[in-house]
């Protein structure tokens, strides 16, 4: 499964370049995340809610091509790997087809105190996307 | 003329007391009035294309209710005042109905050098709503 | 009592303006607002670890002159009102002396659950800076 | 070289989980970024004004340890590679000397108007701080 998101580029994401400051794209890759765990049933609140967290571990950001103030820009997320300690999500930005970014985050499984713990199957079968 | 811009609260927005920092109010503000000025047919790159620059002169924002991640707020955006060398928008940010904050941004005209400038009637019309 | 912080600006906190966003403003008052705190001998931190909220209820700024990539600005925060249940700081933004921006935000005292709350008198007296 | 850039954590800077959000520190590596360029006699405000850009063509950040509101955290910036058409930058953040992540960010050299170019030999000593 793969969700898209899509954001209309804030003024206040410009830079004096003229073009999106790069650390925007962090964000709109947890935009693109967020609309992937909410499609499966289970938005990040919910997530929280059962006292398990998603720590990000790691992020990378390979910048393509500059978006600008007030464009339509997409972004594609999907899951590259999902484990009970460790899940990567994969995302590409784009403009009209055009890729603009693509990035990767890797997040560790933690309880509410940030210590490392063990996704109930459920939970990740939910973020599997497998059926009862 | 009133429109109307939906958002859903990112994670990145929220802070450590659990809702939507303070700061990202007057970035909503702003994605109104982007919104308000696409709708009326220039949005505020077309008219930095035409050389004048609405800097923001003055914001003002009252807090009634928190807002959390994950919800769906609305930006209601209004022009309480237009001339041709001062504009002023009001805001409302509410969440299914709950007014969650209101705001005031007070713009002055400059030419793209930051100096003190006078917007032409054709695009104050445009900004009013006046047809031709 | 006024405190004084220095901000050298980001990069970041740039638009497409060639100069610094305007919701930034908001964000480096409450950087001085933390560093009043701090003087005052109690972060914003502890007030929170005893179980108390300032709750942002208003700010306003305007904006006088805009600030540049790199430079340094300085933010001179004072107390302008102190009681058990509102408090209000004001803030001037300026840069060698010349004054870009001042600003003002209204607080109001919760507890940790977010309902209105009075300040217990010690943590007043230590704001408003009464010795023992 | 390296250099070293203190930065106190903004309450700004934090997310409901009660740690700083991670897009934070792709900024907090460009605070460093600047320090380090500033330290070499040449900020980025005078690469600019000479016509350069050193565009971000990537970053990448892994997190170890979060950093909490009002810390005082360190970015250790260190020049990797440099290259006529190619800069990389590392970066450790650190509080009291333990690292709470390290990144790493790739710049490719463009005109002013985004195109691939060279960066002159002078600017590029400089960069590598070899003296005249």
Redo the contacts between chains.
């Keep these: 499964m793969e969700t898209s998101s899509e954001i209309?580029v804030?003024?206040?994401e410009?830079?004096?370049?003229?073009?999106v400051?790069?650390?925007?794209y962090?964000?709109w890759m947890?935009?693109g995340r967020?609309d992937w765990m909410?499609a499966r049933g289970k938005?990040?609140?919910e997530i929280e809610a059962a006292g398990y967290?998603l720590?990000?571990?790691?992020?990378?950001?390979?910048?393509r091509a500059?978006a600008?103030?007030?464009e339509l820009v997409r972004v594609r997320t999907r899951l590259k790997e999902a484990g009970r300690r460790k899940v990567v999500f994969g995302y590409v930005v784009e403009r009209d087809g055009q890729k603009l970014a693509e990035g990767e985050s890797v997040h560790l499984v933690t309880d509410d105190q940030?210590r490392a713990a063990v996704l109930p199957e459920a939970l990740l079968s939910l973020i599997r996307g497998e059926g009862p």
Tied chains: 1, 2, 3, 4.
């Design positions: 209309r804030r003024y206040a410009t830079d004096q370049m003229g073009i400051h790069h650390a925007n962090v964000v947890e935009v967020s909410r938005g990040y609140a967290r720590v990000v571990n790691g992020v990378q950001v390979r910048y500059p600008r103030y007030d940030g």
